[in-house]
Nanobody
Framework: QVQLVESGGGLVQAGGSLRLSCAAS????????MGWFRQAPGKEREFVSA????????YYANSVKGRFTISRDNAKYSVYLQMNSLKPEDTDVYYC????????????????WGQGTQVTVSS
């Protein structure tokens, strides 16, 4: 069982930066691959980025590639999403998620989810 808590969201102007954190509790965090997803009201939750359990594989959605960076610190049971050059279209609720084995793009493959943190980018 893994519990996830996101933090770091907020209001920022276009072009600014935010760093999201996801703190995990439970055993064997280092064995879980982690993902970041986002969702706007009335829309499906979409993939943003994922990192494999050992950090050896990292994936990004095309819409954030070159602007967002995912990282993890297994000793701190945490995963991060550094978001730079933010755009108004990045406004969403951001969720972190965990799954066993390899990283994945699909929400259905993740077993554990946080409650989300709101990111709002003003123009």
């Amino acid at each position: 069982q893994v519990q996830l808590v996101e933090s770091g969201g907020g209001l920022v102007q276009a072009g600014g930066s935010l760093r999201l954190s996801c703190a995990a509790s439970g055993r064997s965090f280092s064995s879980y691959s982690m993902g970041w997803f986002r969702q706007a009201p009335g829309k499906e939750r979409e993939f943003v980025s994922a990192i494999r359990w050992d950090g050896a594989a990292i994936y990004y959605a095309n819409s954030v590639k070159g602007r967002f960076t995912i990282s993890r610190d297994n000793a701190k049971y945490s995963v991060y999403l550094q978001m730079n050059s933010l755009k108004p279209e990045d406004t969403d609720v951001y969720y972190c998620a965990a799954k066993s084995l390899g990283a994945a793009y699909s929400t259905s493959e993740y077993n554990y989810w946080g409650q989300g943190t709101q990111v709002t980018v003003s123009s």
